[in-house]
C-alpha cells in the first residue's frame, strides 16, 4: 500500500510504531541493529519515551527542536534531549 494514500489523520503525538506505513519498518531495522554498548537500557528507553511522549515538540514521531526520529535519539546511551528534558545513560 502506498503511505500517501492512507486515508488516517495524522497523529501529532504519536511515536512511529503507533503509525502504519512500510517506510517505517526501516527505522526499527535501524534501532534494532544499534550495538548493545551503544544502546540505552530497555527501562531508560521507556523512561525517554514517556517524557518525549508529554512533550508538545513531539510531531509525527519527529522531535520538532532538532528534527530527530525520537524514538532512534532515545535508543542510543549517549544522546540527550535537545529541550534538556533528559540526559545520556551514565555508565555503570
Do not use: H
Amino acid at each position: 500500500m502506498d503511505f500517501q494514500q492512507k486515508s488516517r489523520p495524522a497523529c501529532k503525538r504519536c511515536f512511529l510504531n503507533e503509525l502504519d506505513g512500510e517506510y517505517f519498518k526501516s527505522i526499527y531495522q535501524y534501532i534494532n541493529n544499534i550495538p548493545r554498548e551503544q544502546k540505552a537500557p530497555t527501562e531508560e528507553y521507556v523512561r525517554r519515551l514517556a517524557i518525549c511522549k508529554s512533550c508538545g515538540d513531539l510531531k509525527n514521531g519527529m522531535c520538532a527542536q532538532c528534527g530527530c526520529f525520537a524514538e532512534v535519539r532515545a535508543a542510543k546511551k549517549g544522546q540527550t534531549c535537545p529541550n534538556s528534558r533528559w540526559g545520556p545513560q551514565q555508565e555503570e
